[in-house]
């Protein structure tokens, strides 16, 4: 199994971080290959962002699938552009929020999401009406911290552990969903700390939980449905060289 | 008043169609500008067309607002770039299909929305779902005729009466609305038909609904929320020249 | 066009502010006539009173059909009897809430609710079910103030802040809706002051709302479906005079 | 136990058939007493109909009240005025619908209405979402038949039965209820019918629940509650002699 | 009329207060027998309890059927088994929480549940879902005190009422449903004790809900539906003696 | 790994079939053992069923915790006795629904459900609502064929078939859920046959979800919540030896 990940931002950064995050995801038997974008920007905080990300996207995508990729996982809680993706690609395609909002409904009835900054709030309040999980989503928390300072793990961590808390006793949260792929490695430690004072609630890492699910499907040779993702018609198109 | 009007596709075939129809709405002491995009599709009819249109059309209205224009009307029934545009715009913004549902929602309890094409409905389904008036919404239908073959008037007509009265008999419509901004002036063709043969429902047509929404908006000082469009923040982004 | 303005109870003491509060709202070429009711009471704070004006509302509003007004404004935040005017007359009917609702949907995604008393919220609550856009208000506030005593400005603005930072703070709204047609004017200067300190959220004054969408739909030729509003059979009917 | 039965039209034609009806009842130890209105309509088909019968059916239930009547029965299936009412008596107050809709709710989980004409759903449809059962309601069907004519038993009988066929087999209704009080004693009927056939599914009959459930309230010692129905406000209200 | 209280845990210990409370509720003409369970668990506060006790019930209930009985009260606010003694039986079968909220239901908007345990909430917000009546539940609450304890009535009395001041104070809750049939007996004492304070709130008992609303049941002749629950077909069960 | 497979009936009849069907799962490293109840019925068609098989369920996972397996699947569509099992067991635990569910939910927007009997149908619109996902269950279909008469493989081929061509063309479901986990093995056939007729549409097998699901759960050291699934307290109960 060859895995595509579209890191979508124009640095690359957080590759060898996240080639070094897959390594811990023990996924036996498949091969993954990074890769950032020639336009956009250089993270993705709003629907601003997220709609100038998307075209290289697309592209990045629509290669992956060209050279014989059996998936494509875009590594953004937001999933930006998976819809249009899937539209294009005759392979599985996976953001961070589906795979998170899934594996975490499976697990417990009130879900809350931590992530960073308001900005992404409407976005992601977006994103749960349109997949259809809004009702079990009980809170949008936030950290305060943008993506390119995520680096700053032991701020980052306290600050999770923070908003969690607030998520399990204000709101009566019962799972804790990180709310970027830029938290990635954090379910673990964050989970660590809930348990040792008593929150025994699971905690769900979105870039792993993109990377199980789209394992899942493509072992079980499933792909979105052309019901829901019709195949473009042909036409003039105007974009990249 | 000064409104652009961003026709959100690489060609300018319907520009001046679409001038002429503006000069039917009768809107006093407003200036209309229309702008197509330099990047983009030639029509919007899923959405991987939406996502490749958005960016130029973010562009082209950061321009309208700069060069002093009063609101922006990006005419395309799926609001492609709407929301985006709101978090970087502090003018007005709106697209076909948030202005005809609640106008329609103000005359009747159940929606019944005719569009183009069966690749629109996902989309338009989540637009729905989005704006939070799902719930009155009866029917997505469609006259299967693609956006650029919308110019055959009569067969338009025809199929467009074909599907409301189905959306009125089968799906029990009380309001149609026409899914498609290239379906302009055709509300008050339908309306008649429909009016002759006894169905006394209100047609909305996007284009007209927009246009007179964004006028209400600017007469009133209104624009939208900071709360909800958050301007985004400084940051590299690399796209056009 | 000439639109009626039924205020909805048994005194004039609004009529001359309502007027002036018009001439504010640049609406050119209209032509506005105010009218009080003989019968019912002299504020309606609950659903009691709202019972009783609806009857001489209905008079008033056919009265206004056959003296042909252009459409017909109720001038109450409740909407009490537009939709059954709606099924005797064939001009559009507003009240307050439904314009509201609508102009301030297309503006954010959580609407906030600030009424006189607490004895009005249930009545708003089933309108805000009836008409389908529940799910978008995250509250209904009340400034605890009775409909004849909004003419102290200075008190009722102090407790619509204050009332209105409650919801931004507390309810996270996004857009807040004054919820009595008697506190028109104070939209402005409640959304300066919110503006002042940094909330720039909309405020949609109720009556200016009105006006401005009955406007629109007497332009737009669009009147309510009669698939919604049936047209009453004739029977015996017997109340006035 | 004393309960007042209001019959919210301006004629007593029905009464005394109804007075035979409860005798059906077996409702040992309570007295009944049936009244009329002096002003409104002589039945009740859509909600201009329902506005113009509230203020008298407040005026009786008042009346019922100081006269020490134990509760009140609205007897209309739209449930005119019952809010109202409730806001100012200490007595329980019943119509039709929300009786049977909760009665209904307990027996099965899918919930057909067959009323008298098509100009009474939008006013069901909105009792229904105002009470919050509106999801259980799997359809709104209608005999054809008006309030008056009602008396033609086995005309209404064989349409009662046809509607409730369709509601099963096309709809998967599971209860069906009677959508007008007019139709009491049909239950029983209808129901036999159905069973005959081998459609095991209740029937309500909507006067037959009020008085049951009416009934229900006093003996539990329960009525409305004070935050939902909040006292109205003493003022000048203008209406009766 | 003969019905069966099956009181779904393997002690007697509450069986004599729960005679001596039917004994208040005036039930005229009517005979109960009260049963326990031989296998089960001795009280019921989670989903695993539930899973234990159901079993048994579903004998005691084919059995007090077999003896002539009109009805089955499962003695229990979760209302275990009541869904799958209804498809093996052809009498009227409720526990506590159907009746409790339907009845709650056509008295006030907003229903507050105040039940013995944590543990306990899970299975109640599932079983709220069931019914369809979630949205009119604004708080689920719990006293902290198992069901075996709840005999200490100076206590529970003071936890049930801090607990309601909270549900109506901070939840807004317009009713109060006592979330256990341990609790019989409180609702009245609950209720004085609010009317006291001013909170004009009715409270509902919820095996005098249950007992009152089957007595409704038998006494119209209405039993479930046959379309929701349908006949289990002849296999091999193999469970008790 | 080590999974426990729970075939919840009293007969061993289909567990060759399991055994060789997992065969077909690629799952490297997994060793599964089967095993079926001593108490319950030979198949599960409806909730009274369900609430015989689900105590020696709990027995049979406990014993599997105690074992030392790292997960549980209860194999079975309707979930039985997996909430309850989740609370006194720290392992994952499966049925079929809920992985179907969620892995369905994210390969398209309408989901139709094909299961065996209509008997079985309240159970599993129960289930979707319990699960927050019944918005995108579009119908609930059934092949008309008992559990134990699935053994003919045609038949139940084409009985599949014609019910997702009806799912598909009439409810326009995007995605076909099989909805019983005897069914196992004919996702494939079936979805190979919808191609092939060119309904390109997923086919979700329940049985191959559920061990996939529970493998993702296993391999990501993801367990449900305490949150959700709290533990039960000691106490008496008395049912097996």
Redesign the interface.
């Known amino acids: 199994m060859k895995l595509k990940i579209i890191v979508p931002i124009?640095?690359s950064i957080f590759n060898k971080s996240i080639a070094k995050e897959i390594s811990n995801y023990?996924c036996?038997g498949i091969e993954f290959d990074i890769e950032n974008l020639?336009?956009?920007?250089?993270?993705i905080?709003?629907?601003?962002?997220?709609?100038?990300v998307?075209?290289d996207i697309?592209n990045k995508a629509k290669k992956a699938e060209e050279e014989g990729f059996d998936g494509v996982v875009v590594d953004c809680f937001g999933d930006p552009?998976v819809?249009?993706?899937r539209?294009?690609l005759n392979i599985p395609v996976?953001g961070g929020f589906?795979?998170s909002m899934?594996?975490g409904?499976?697990?417990?009835?009130?879900l809350g999401i931590v992530t960073v900054?308001?900005?992404v709030l409407?976005m992601l309040?977006?994103a749960a009406?349109?997949?259809?999980?809004d009702?079990?989503v009980v809170c949008f928390r936030y950290v305060d911290i943008?993506v390119?300072d995520l680096g700053n793990i032991s701020k980052l961590e306290d600050a999770l552990y923070a908003q969690s808390i607030e998520a399990?006793e204000k709101d009566?949260?019962?799972?804790i969903i990180l709310g970027c792929t830029g938290m990635m490695g954090m379910g673990?430690k964050l989970h660590n700390r809930l348990i040792e004072e008593s929150y025994?609630?699971?905690v769900?890492?979105p870039f792993?939980?993109a990377i199980?699910?789209i394992?899942?499907?493509v072992?079980?040779?499933?792909?979105?449905?052309?019901?829901?993702?019709?195949?473009?018609?042909d036409?003039?198109?105007?974009?990249w060289k």
Not at 38 to 43: A, P
Not at 105 to 110: I, Q, T, V
Not at 235 to 239: E, I, Q
Request: hydrophobic share 35%; with cysteine.
């Open positions: 124009i640095s023990n036996q020639d336009y956009g920007t250089e993270s905080e709003c629907e601003y962002d997220e709609a100038l998307i075209p697309l552009g819809r249009a993706a539209e294009v996976v589906e795979p899934l594996l409904a499976g697990l417990g009835d009130r900054l308001p900005t409407p309040e977006g009406k349109r997949i259809g999980l009702s079990k943008p390119l399990i009566n949260a019962h799972v673990k025994d609630v699971p769900i890492d792993f939980a199980k699910l394992e899942v499907y072992a079980m040779d499933l792909k979105h449905s052309r019901r829901t993702y019709m195949k473009p018609r036409k003039a198109r105007k974009w």
